[in-house]
């Protein structure tokens, strides 16, 4: 095939193919506008006088609105049907989280009695052995006496006597008991014995009754002398060991036969912050409360085999507003820092000052008169304890008592002191503040 035929057969081509899409572009405009056509005769001409098959299809009814709540609570059942795991676990929590507030909310807002004879009258005695001028005390006796327990507190001495018979309840009532007469104490627990055996006869009439001894509280005092352990006299020991450690020891003592016949409970009652966060400057009341926690676990271990329950409570900070002024649970009595000897306040005293700072301005050595707990949370406690058939061996009651446990046995001591502004001394620091010291006193001393 020559060049030119080829050359004819390309054009050819091309004609044709113009052709064919002339053609198709005419018979798709021819369509458009018999569709058109259509269209406009179905709309204008009444549906009556088209067959079945000719009228439109009705266009489809409008969704019904739903309003924003159904419509949330539809998205809500997507997502749960979506998420059924995590939905049972989101019930489970929310359920039990509920049902643990409603019965603590119940147990907290229930009544609570001491139970009374057939006649009436009062039967149950509680033993307060504490300080009467303690707001721990004075504020136990009264809450106890209100719920109808007689409560009988241990005084040894006529002016502690006065202080409680000054209350003017007729059910709140001193024991003398000095502990340190040995002859005194058996006397005195041979009175109290007789008087709970011997028949009570409520008012004229009334059929008698017997006393029931329901539980020795120990409510140790809580004042403790702070400061560095060479600052602290002996004397002073010898003290807080005698007031706080043997005196108690001698009154669980004096009061275990009549316990032991009654089945009577005990509780101790120490403090709990100090003890936990064991610091620095705070010696005496470290190891006090640690031998009151040893006493109280061996007591604990000897009267569990004759089915006595023996309960510690860890107090925390307590609102003591109300009760006996602005006295404080925990106050930091101690040496001043400026009769402390020479080297003492050098190497301490800064650090004393700090913590001291630090620890009344977060409540945990000096606390305000409204700071801490309400004193109603550990009353209720104490009743409890006293009446449960199975109360708990620990209790920890008032602001910070299960933090500061907490933080004491899991944070290291290190960070502990750092967070209650303790810093390391050095040696080259302290040293010229000795010798200033030094030569200032030896100018005092030779008269220059």
């Known amino acids: 095939?020559?060049?030119?035929?080829?050359?004819?057969?390309?054009?050819?081509?091309?004609?044709?193919?113009?052709?064919?899409?002339?053609?198709?572009?005419?018979?798709?405009?021819?369509?458009?506008?018999?569709?058109?056509?259509?269209?406009?005769?179905?709309?204008?001409?009444?549906?009556?006088?088209?067959?079945?098959?000719?009228?439109?299809?009705?266009?489809?009814?409008?969704?019904?609105?739903?309003?924003?709540?159904?419509?949330?609570?539809?998205?809500?059942?997507?997502?749960?049907?979506?998420?059924?795991?995590?939905?049972?676990?989101?019930?489970?929590?929310?359920?039990?989280?509920?049902?643990?507030?409603?019965?603590?909310?119940?147990?907290?807002?229930?009544?609570?009695?001491?139970?009374?004879?057939?006649?009436?009258?009062?039967?149950?005695?509680?033993?307060?052995?504490?300080?009467?001028?303690?707001?721990?005390?004075?504020?136990?006796?009264?809450?106890?006496?209100?719920?109808?327990?007689?409560?009988?507190?241990?005084?040894?001495?006529?002016?502690?006597?006065?202080?409680?018979?000054?209350?003017?309840?007729?059910?709140?009532?001193?024991?003398?008991?000095?502990?340190?007469?040995?002859?005194?104490?058996?006397?005195?627990?041979?009175?109290?014995?007789?008087?709970?055996?011997?028949?009570?006869?409520?008012?004229?009439?009334?059929?008698?009754?017997?006393?029931h001894f329901r539980g020795l509280v120990l409510v140790p005092s809580t004042d403790f002398p702070s400061g560095p352990i060479e600052t602290v006299a002996p004397e002073l020991w010898s003290d807080a060991l005698n007031a706080k450690v043997l005196n108690t020891v001698a009154v669980a003592q004096a009061f275990l036969p009549t316990i032991c016949e009654f089945k009577a409970r005990v509780l101790v009652l120490t403090p709990s912050v100090v003890a936990s966060l064991q610091p620095p400057f705070h010696s005496v009341e470290t190891t006090i409360v640690s031998a009151l926690e040893g006493f109280a676990a061996s007591l604990r271990g000897e009267l569990g085999t004759l089915g006595i329950d023996v309960c510690q409570f860890k107090l925390g900070t307590f609102d003591v507003s109300n009760v006996g002024g602005k006295q404080q649970l925990q106050s930091m009595v101690g040496p001043k820092t400026n009769l402390w000897p020479t080297t003492a306040r050098a190497l301490y005293a800064a650090n004393y000052v700090n913590q001291s700072r630090v620890g009344r301005s977060r409540g945990l050595f000096n606390h305000t008169s409204n700071a801490g707990s309400s004193l109603r949370e550990l009353h209720n406690a104490v009743f409890d304890a006293l009446t449960q058939k199975h109360p708990r061996r620990v209790w920890r009651v008032g602001r910070g008592s299960v933090t500061y446990d907490l933080v004491g046995n899991w944070v290291p001591a290190g960070l502990v002191g750092w967070m209650l502004g303790i810093r390391r001394v050095t040696l080259n620091e302290v040293g010229p503040q000795l010798e200033d010291s030094v030569g200032s006193w030896e100018k005092i001393e030779t008269g220059v």
């Open 1 to 211: 095939m020559t060049s030119d035929d080829q050359h004819f057969l390309d054009v050819l081509a091309e004609y044709s193919s113009d052709v064919k899409r002339f053609t198709g572009d005419i018979w798709d405009a021819s369509d458009r506008h018999f569709a058109s056509v259509a269209s406009y005769i179905k709309k204008s001409v009444p549906e009556t006088w088209l067959p079945e098959r000719a009228r439109p299809s009705p266009p489809p009814p409008p969704l019904p609105k739903l309003p924003a709540s159904a419509s949330y609570i539809h998205h809500v059942q997507d997502w749960v049907t979506r998420n059924k795991a995590l939905t049972a676990a989101i019930v489970a929590f929310l359920g039990t989280g509920g049902f643990l507030l409603y019965r603590e909310k119940r147990k907290h807002s229930r009544k609570r009695r001491a139970r009374r004879a057939s006649n009436g009258a009062r039967r149950e005695v509680v033993v307060l052995a504490g300080p009467p001028n303690s707001p721990i005390t004075k504020s136990l006796s009264l809450d106890l006496e209100r719920r109808g327990f007689i409560v009988y507190i241990v005084c040894a001495d006529v002016e502690e006597e006065q202080q409680v018979q000054g209350e003017s309840r007729a059910d709140v009532r001193p024991l003398h008991l000095d502990v340190a007469d040995t002859l005194g104490t058996q006397d005195a627990m041979e009175r109290f014995n007789n008087l709970l055996l011997r028949p009570h006869v409520a008012f004229s009439g009334a059929s008698p009754h017997n006393l």
